[in-house]
């Protein structure tokens, strides 16, 4: 590890680092656009014709540098930004920071908090298989009047800046937040309401992101992890949305396996969990093998044929490299492979890329009647 009190102070915001710590945060951006209040029955339209996937070239995906935006971020740069003392909800070690005033960061830390690592690999999948999801870029921060008891490193020898390394910085995905004064986000239940006819997204997609949150094991599913968004420009909510969208937001409790208390030990990063839960509930059928939390909204969902093999051609596209990328990137070597055990070894991404192969053929080598609970 490199001192810290003998770095330049000349640390630009953009700029790569070598620095390392045993800190890890993630960042996420809210500047993004406001949410936009309408009334109840402009929501339940929306849901209704809403979509869930969009086409994506997963071959031309890097997942090593994810999405490509303009208020994006290179791996392994510098952040610097300015605490803000604002409450924060929700029990993971976070704060808020800014960049420039228009540019807000939420900032989760601490090398034990595996919803670092958890959101770039679930985020990453999502984007490269064509689901909606936010932007996570691995990063690292500089955080100016910062409180000593956050944590961190301090930089150049002063207690009011400290140091956060590896970082992740999140970017919203694009869209006006459709919400009531009642309500936020969407519950899976929801999901059962998106019509076809009425232009929304086919059976066979919904099922598919189904799967797919029970293959990350997606245990906090409350609305308000799930964004419901409109993608047209200008959109302010006093016309009905013409390109609502569907997308899961808050995925750190992932790659682990669900559980009632939604404990982070278990259910974020957690290789021995993650590796070992099926993807089916029983040895035929296609009942996920995704329990239920307190908090969440989906349970044991069952997953059609068309949804089943859609997910299936979509996963069966990425590479071992870009697998290996996923993982790599997301540094999940940092976190042990059985949190909160006497084991403190971690898995390699290797490991990670061959459990989530088997994982993945689970899927493949399923076949699946028509749901008889699903909503067509």
Known sequence: MENFLHLSGAVRRRRTSRITT????????????????????????????????????????DLAAGPERKDGFKSGETIECNFIDKKMTGHSPKFTCVISPDDELKVKFGRDNGEVY????????????????????????LCHKCPPHMGGIPYDGRLDELMFDPAAAERKMAGHDITTKEREGWSWAELDQVSEAAGGAPLAHRDALKLLAAFMQHTDSKPQQQRLICLDKGWKGETPCERPFMLLNDLGLTFGKANALNRSSKGAVNFDEWSQTPIWKEKSGCVTNLSGSITGTLEYPRIGEEGRAFLADLMMQ???KQLFDLFET????????????????????????????KKRDEIVNRRCDAPVTTKR
């Not at 997301?330 to 192969?357: D, H, I, M, Q, Y």
Request: glycine share 6%; net charge positive; hydrophobic share 50%.
């Open 330 to 357: 997301a540094r999940v070597s940092l976190r042990p492979r059985a949190p909160n055990s006497k084991e403190t070894v971690s898995a390699t991404s290797g490991e990670w890329l061959e459990a989530f192969k």
């Open 118 to 141: 958890g959101e770039v690999v679930a985020t990453r999948l999502l984007w490269a298989l064509g689901f909606g999801a936010d932007a996570m870029y691995p990063v690292k921060v």
């Open 318 to 320: 990425l590479t071992d």
């Open 22 to 61: 045993t800190m890890a945060i993630a960042v996420a951006a809210v500047a993004g656009l406001a949410a936009a209040h309408v009334k109840p029955a402009v929501r339940a339209d929306a849901i209704t014709r809403a979509q869930v996937w969009e086409s994506s070239d997963i071959a031309s995906k």
